[in-house]
Nanobody, 127 residues
């Protein structure tokens, strides 16, 4: 049974940092692409970052480039999202999701292409 569990969210001041973790079970991490998405109140779910199964290529939304870093520990079945210099507009529920096959630059951020989703973890950036 495929399961994804997010952790690491919380309340942080602008400029602060958080590290989110996505713990995967029920599949071999290196065979699945893992994406991080977020959803703010009243807004659509948007892709934040992704790490491809095939070669570990990474992708980022323009709004987080240079501030967020995605990484994975295949042995621990965990994917991390390191978030630095957080801004109020980063506030939202963060979800990790998985899909078979590699990610591509034009489609990595489409939620409909991901099969399994976690329950999400809340990130609030506020002073």
């Amino acid at each position: 049974q495929v399961q994804l569990v997010e952790s690491g969210g919380g309340l942080v001041q602008p400029g602060g940092s958080l590290r989110l973790a996505c713990d995967a079970s029920g599949f071999t991490l290196k065979y699945r692409t893992i994406g991080w998405f977020r959803q703010a109140p009243g807004k659509e779910r948007e892709g934040v970052s992704c790490i491809s199964n095939s070669d570990g290529s990474t992708y980022y939304a323009d709004s987080v480039k240079g501030r967020f870093t995605i990484s994975r520990d295949v042995a621990k079945y965990t994917v991390y999202l390191h978030m630095n210099n957080l801004k109020p507009e980063d506030t939202g529920i963060y979800y990790c999701a998985s899909r078979l096959g590699p990610a591509y630059g034009t489609t990595w951020n489409r939620p409909g292409l991901y099969t399994y989703w976690g329950q999400g973890t809340q990130v609030t950036v506020s002073s």
